[in-house]
């Protein structure tokens, strides 16, 4: 798929000329990381503000109907700690990125090894920040509970007692999960709507490009970056580390021998607690130059990217292996399932998990990439207008499903033909063991955007053309991590299922009943609604950020010498997303416990089961199609689609050349493909993951208050 | 929402001018006709000859793997009568729409109200003969095989018999889907490629609009209207009848009351006979003028055909109830069921399925209707640009699933409740009772597309202009035939899926195994291969038809006065069309047979239950989606969306005016939409339906086959 024609034109080695940043230059590059800053600051002050005085609300939820014990306040407490985790979580990452972008840019002047090596170090140090940080808490909580729920004679202590404690435990779950959800949808909101509206501010006001300092809207667009793709990342995956941990505890809280060994106890830390070692050691070979990584040119960073999770895979499958015989008994066995569980069974899900995330993220390069065919000849298709585009686009999303769902799917019959549900959330906790690394490649993308934005605005045009470069890579790693993302998210909203069928004494859930299936179909259907709430969210907040721009003009405001009102932009981002972030996320979080509180846990856990499989291929197909678009305009810029040479002459006598470059109709075709994944890939598709396992996870917190209620079906269809 | 300015604009009277018709135009329309005919037939023709080898060969398949009793042949010979019953209904539809294209110019010339009383009652025409022959095979069948099958004495007859019968007869479902798969794909593709590369044609030769003369590929397009939406529609909505009989058929052999009286026994017919009478009657509201139907504005159209809808809904209600108590007994139960089922449940379950499909009908209305808010709104969109009304035309698909999903959630879970199984399948039967009045408004919108088509290249404006009315008109019965389509697909689908079960003694499917949950997970997966696969045909179809249109171009075939190549275009288009309809084709057919025969049931009723929700909520959205763009474009030409007097003076000292009609951008960017939503309303949104169909019929006529081999699973995991 490549020739050598194209690989001039996309891919040319880097120059080894320096770009000089003048002291001038060097202040205005200070001010605007330093308004960004503070615009991702007040974002995130305000919408926290919020989400305490939603999480203060919702722990009285909690307190009246999910306490099993009346009185007791325990789950309530984890789950505020766990909320609290996560805002922090959030905010550390958000700190470190908005001070790591001037950086970058400034690194890119010199070269583009030195940028992305800066980039990518502020990108691990948020990855391997929250990854401590979720086990710090976690590992605290459960000696803590240990100590409290356990009698002081181990000859009293029954797999009750342990039960009792996981489920207060999983409230740590709930709690880190709803932060995400608002932060996604929010901050994914914010995010967008700044980016569709500087996008499309060229429609209102001629000739203003979309990183232009004259943009009254780059700022908030820089800022939502930061806010959405850092911040709300970093939430997400911080829950879906806390609830796989959850998850294999509340499922190993039915096996005897588990519960009641300590190193069994410890296994699914210990797991994550390795997974950060061997972190460390591959993130040395990306960050030392003369090792293995000599960043020249644009495909050499999406090899380094490739490589990190190459080598952080093969340094966790022995690595894992060991912690698995030390941590693990050799077999031990669950209530209500016959079979015995052994060390090695245990290992091959961990592993399971650990090898499929590593495909998914194989796969995922290949489709979003534009080194591979599927992007080029999607941006081939912009020659036809932008509607060979879009539908190229969305058949590019479906297909890509296919890959990603079978390992799923491989991994998912594995672990739970060998461990059951413990399997599953096994498999999660392998899938998530290198996620310092998925953090680091995550996180790395939106600070090169960032770095971009800057060095557009200050005017350096050598590091743009270097920070473009990162910036493409950027978006394949962030569907790579979207991958990682959705794939986990999978696995460890099936074992959190699995935790809840436990919990209400489900051990069949048949779709050959009335309420299963019913609820398998409502439940297909909610991921449709919610990404239909959010795209509109965001449809909403862009027109109103074009209305801002468009009155900014008429003002004379973004004229060459006057300075827009940046901060408006930010605040008309910023009220909308807030305001915009509450339907879809009451959606999720009351559907469960509405169908739940009429029809009990069997219409539950058929809602379920609907709404992780349709939310799997929707995030997949989402994040994935966005990324393309994204990248074949990308390719368009960077010259990848060759100019046409017609046999026709033009009246001077010389051939009449059909150019594709920046600017053409080519170009502004792959502009509306661009526009039209924005929502798809940074708002609604990662928000997929967590409306999965939020869902999943509140049914557990709320399955015992299900059993309790159930109005409308009569007691005794219930097991 | 429609404030009065909007009617005017969209909404004016009917004028009372009559067009005349010189002899000349008439011998134009009357050759236009007959080429979209010759197309047609020669399109069918050969398409039909590569399905009758298909059909041979999987003849041959079934007789090998899926004959319960070696040697015999029942199943494969009722399989092959399905499948030219089928043919035979595609090819009557065609022959009369294309027939009463040409007849709705005429009338059209005169005014609104005559020209949309033949394109109806054309429609009906089509609605009747393909309800009334599929009842009347499956009836010769079932007497058929009944004097067959059954021993000569009544008292040795055990519901033994029936289960083998039955099964027999499900190859007559399994016939007509086949066909209808193909039928839809093929068609599906051929219709889009033209539509698409005629819409673009304009991008490659300047001012050459759709269904201008000068187009070469103008004919292809009508051609495929014909072949597509009818033939193709036709073949579907057949199958969904004779699958649901089948479907009850199947089920009811484990009532061993219900087979043994014969009333029970032709329950499920009867129905459907009682349909047409209904229908038969409703028809006369529409067709006579002078009794409530006055057309004179766009409106009164869809009024018409809501009133349609609402009529024959009224008279089935009580219908239906005396149709059940002439031919059920008092009460009867089901193998494997403890509850006894009454006549009274089953009249419950048929008239849910007949209400809830007149729900989905109005839904489907309110969202792809250009009298409403949502298509509106999304007109209005278009002032920005495209990408703002592809993100909002994504998000309205997705969030109308909302209400028909819950429909048929409601209508599952009542149906299941009251009578089982054979409760959905009489669901399915009572949403397809008025399916002849389904079948007419669904057929007459292609007829007026065509009609359109002919008096565009005949230079009929006027004409032109009320066809264009009722073309509008056409996409929302369109989209309400489709909702109709996809909700009794779902309902067919699942109660064929329990007939699969029944037949392969699954009594439980349970989400909370692995070999369950993985086929979930990748039938779910299935339908977005799908929609992938088709809707990339579409799009290389249509780039084979843009480079035809340039080549005839450059040889100057397109100048005025010159006579442009249509038969190459057809050639094409009906060559891509069936290269490009096995691929998707035998994804559906192969994906159940290939798990079943490795996995076993088990794993194949996981598929089919993912497969099933899945595709309702893209077949659901895809189709409305379409509609909408589609209805939102017309609505812009239509002088909807109004133009905009700015405050700016121009130099002349007037107010600057931003136009929005037809060739504006805000045009442009409708276009847009339209041309993504072809290929997903009306290529892969419909036949997504038949794919659940297929896949559940597939395995219920290879049941047998999946337990015999199931070669990857060990025995004894079988129940």
Redesign the interface.
């Known amino acids: 798929m490549i020739d050598d024609a194209d690989k001039k034109g996309s891919d040319k080695l880097d120059s080894k000329q320096v770009e000089h940043i003048n002291e001038e230059k060097m202040a205005l590059m200070l001010k605007l990381s330093g308004m960004i800053r503070d615009g991702a600051k007040a974002f995130l002050f305000k919408e926290y503000s919020y989400m305490i005085v939603f999480c203060i609300l919702f722990g009285l939820i909690i307190f009246f109907l999910a306490e099993t014990q009346m009185g007791e306040c325990w789950t309530v407490i984890t789950f505020e700690i766990g909320a609290v985790t996560s805002i922090i979580s959030g905010y550390i990452g958000m700190m470190i990125a908005v001070t790591a972008n001037v950086k970058t840019t400034k690194e890119c002047a010199i070269s583009l090894q030195r940028g992305f090596i800066v980039a990518y170090k502020a990108g691990s140090v948020l990855g391997f920040v929250l990854v401590g940080l979720a086990l710090l808490v976690m590992a605290i909580l459960m000696i803590a509970y240990r100590l409290m729920y356990l009698p002081q004679n181990p000859e009293e202590v029954t797999w009750l007692h342990y039960q009792l404690m996981f489920e207060k435990i999983a409230g740590y779950g709930l709690g880190g999960s709803i932060i995400a959800l608002f932060g996604r949808v929010g901050g994914g909101v914010y995010t967008k709507a700044a980016d569709?509206g500087s996008?499309?501010a060229g429609?209102v006001v001629k000739g203003l490009p979309e990183d232009d300092i004259r943009n009254p809207g780059t700022i908030a667009d820089n800022v939502g970056d930061n806010v959405g793709d850092i911040a709300g990342m970093g939430a997400d995956l911080f829950g879906s580390l806390a609830e796989s941990t959850c998850a294999a505890l509340v499922v190993s809280g039915t096996s005897p021998l588990l519960v009641i060994n300590t190193g069994a106890y410890y296994y699914p830390l210990c797991i994550s607690a390795f997974g950060i070692l061997a972190c460390i050691a591959t993130w040395f070979f990306a960050t030392q130059p003369e090792m293995c990584c000599r960043i020249q040119r644009f495909s050499d960073v999406e090899k380094v990217i490739k490589g990190q999770l190459l080598i952080s895979t093969l340094i966790l499958i022995p690595g894992i292996y060991i912690v698995t015989v030390i941590m693990l008994p050799p077999t031990f066995s669950f209530d209500g399932i016959e079979q015995e569980v052994t060390r090695n069974a245990c290992y091959v899900c961990t592993l399971c998990g650990l090898i499929s995330g590593f495909l998914i993220g194989i796969v995922t390069e290949y489709y979003t990439s534009n080194e591979y065919g599927p992007v080029r000849e999607l941006a081939e298709?912009c020659k036809?207008?932008?509607?060979?585009n879009?539908?190229?686009g969305?058949?590019?999303?479906?297909?890509s499903?296919?890959v990603p769902?079978?390992c799923?799917?491989?991994t998912?019959?594995?672990s739970?033909?060998f461990a059951d549900?413990y399997g599953i959330a096994l498999a999660a906790l392998g899938m998530l063991s290198n996620l310092c690394i998925g953090l680091a490649i995550d996180g790395y993308g939106p600070i090169s955007d960032n770095a971009g934005g800057i060095a557009e605005m200050s005017h350096l045009h050598l590091t743009r053309t270097r920070t473009d470069k990162l910036d493409a890579a950027g978006n394949t790693t962030a569907a790579i991590g979207k991958g990682f993302a959705i794939g986990s998210a999978?696995l460890v909203s099936?074992a959190l299922f699995?935790a809840f069928?436990t919990r209400c004494h489900?051990?069949?859930?048949?779709?050959?009943?009335?309420?299963q299936?019913?609820?398998?179909?409502?439940?297909?259907?909610l991921p449709?609604?919610f990404?239909?709430?959010t795209?509109?969210a965001?449809?909403t907040a862009?027109?109103a950020m074009?209305e801002e721009i468009a009155r900014q003009d008429k003002l004379g405001l973004l004229k060459e010498g006057a300075t827009p009102d940046y901060a408006k932009c930010i605040e008309i981002a910023t009220k909308a997303s807030l305001s915009e972030m509450f339907p879809p996320g009451i959606l999720v979080i009351a559907s469960p416990i509405v169908i739940g509180c009429l029809f009990g846990p069997k219409a539950v856990?058929g809602v379920l089961?609907?709404a992780i499989?349709?939310a799997?291929?929707m995030a997949f197909?989402q994040s994935n199609t966005g990324g393309a678009w994204d990248n074949a305009k990308k390719y368009i810029e960077a010259g990848g689609v060759k100019p046409e040479i017609l046999d026709e002459k033009d009246e001077e006598g010389q051939n009449i050349v059909i150019n594709h470059a920046k600017g053409s109709d080519t170009h502004k075709a792959a502009?509306?493909g661009d526009?039209?994944g924005d929502?798809l890939k940074d708002t609604s598709g990662p928000a997929l993951n967590i409306l999965m396992k939020l869902m999943a996870i509140i049914s557990l917190v709320f399955g015992d208050f299900f059993i309790r209620t159930a109005y409308l079906i009569p007691k005794t269809s219930e097991v």
Chains 1, 2 share one sequence.
């Not at 036809?384 to 060979?388: D, Q, R, Y």
């Not at 489900?506 to 309420?515: A, G, I, K, S």
């Open positions: 569709v996008d499309l429609k298709s036809k207008g932008p509607a060979p879009v539908i190229k969305l058949a590019l999303g479906y297909i499903n296919v769902v079978i799923l799917a491989v998912i019959y594995i739970f033909k549900m999978c099936l699995g069928a489900l051990t069949v859930v048949n779709v050959l009943e009335p309420l299936f019913s609820g398998l179909v409502i439940g297909a259907m449709y609604a990404t239909a709430m795209m509109k965001v449809g862009a027109e074009i856990a089961a609907g499989v349709s799997i291929q197909s502009v509306c526009t039209v929502p």
